[in-house]
T-cell receptor, first 117, second 110 residues
Framework: AQKVTQAQTEISVVEKEDVTLDCVYETRDTTYYLFWYKQPPSGELVFLIRRNSFDEQNEISGRYSWNFQKSTSSFNFTITASQVVDSAVYFCALSEAITGGGNKLTFGTGTQLKVEL | DTAVSQTPKYLVTQMGNDKSIKCEQNLGHDTMYWYKQDSKKFLKIMFSYNNKELIINETVPNRFSPKSPDKAHLNLHINSLELGDSAVYFC?????????FGSGTRLTVV
């Protein structure tokens, strides 16, 4: 069975600090996808990134960057120069294909990030 | 146009009532899902449908009955609501590994 672990329940930082959110996953599939979602206080799920298991290149998007390491089954997310608007719950998720069509997202328990002035 | 729309956004109801949540997607995706987010923010899949056919039923009580009249719609009907059903329910659709989530329905059972 697939599993996603986000060991950090809550992180508090001061604005402009860098922060890394950890994600460790378990799967027996050779092909899979990893995701990060942001859930701000308004409640919607905001897609941040999707990475497939064959692409280990790190990715940077503005102040966001992701580090995917298959050797340690980790897909960590770093926010550089954090801002108050980054305050949210961040979810890491793993997708597996399902017989019959479609796939299934398994979510981690989320990390609550609080950015204070 | 909203890609995945679910209604209502908020639903407050008494224990024992029956209620439905509707979901529609205009993305042409073949697969639709219901996810439940509990009070601790834990997100878990409940059901998935592929081309109107039930694919996943994750040990959800049979008081929950999804219905997919066509591949653009996946509704969730809940009978005999219980306090523990209070949660946020997210509808989603996917094509390959690209997911789109609805904005969620906050169900409160009193």
């Amino acid at each position: 069975a697939q599993k996603v672990t986000q060991a950090q329940t809550e992180i508090s930082v001061v604005e402009k600090e860098d922060v890394t959110l950890d994600c460790v996953y378990e799967t027996r599939d050779t092909t899979y996808y990893l995701f990060w979602y942001k859930q701000p206080p308004s409640g919607e799920l905001v897609f941040l990134i999707r990475r497939n298991s064959f692409d280990e290149q790190n990715e940077i998007s503005g102040r966001y960057s992701w580090n995917f390491q298959k050797s340690t089954s980790s897909f960590n997310f770093t926010i550089t120069a954090s801002q108050v608007v980054d305050s949210a719950v961040y979810f890491c998720a793993l997708s597996e294909a399902i017989t019959g069509g479609g796939n299934k997202l398994t979510f981690g328990t989320g990390t609550q990030l609080k950015v204070e002035l | 146009d909203t890609a995945v729309s679910q209604t209502p956004k908020y639903l407050v109801t008494q224990m024992g009532n029956d209620k439905s949540i509707k979901c529609e997607q205009n993305l042409g995706h073949d697969t639709m899902y219901w996810y439940k987010q509990d009070s601790k923010k834990f997100l878990k899949i409940m059901f998935s449908y592929n081309n109107k056919e039930l694919i996943i039923n994750e040990t959800v009580p049979n008081r929950f009955s999804p219905k997919s009249p066509d591949k653009a719609h996946l509704n969730l009907h809940i009978n005999s609501l219980e306090l523990g059903d209070s949660a946020v329910y997210f509808c989603a659709s996917s094509h390959n590994y690209g997911y789109t989530f609805g904005s969620g329905t906050r169900l409160t059972v009193v």
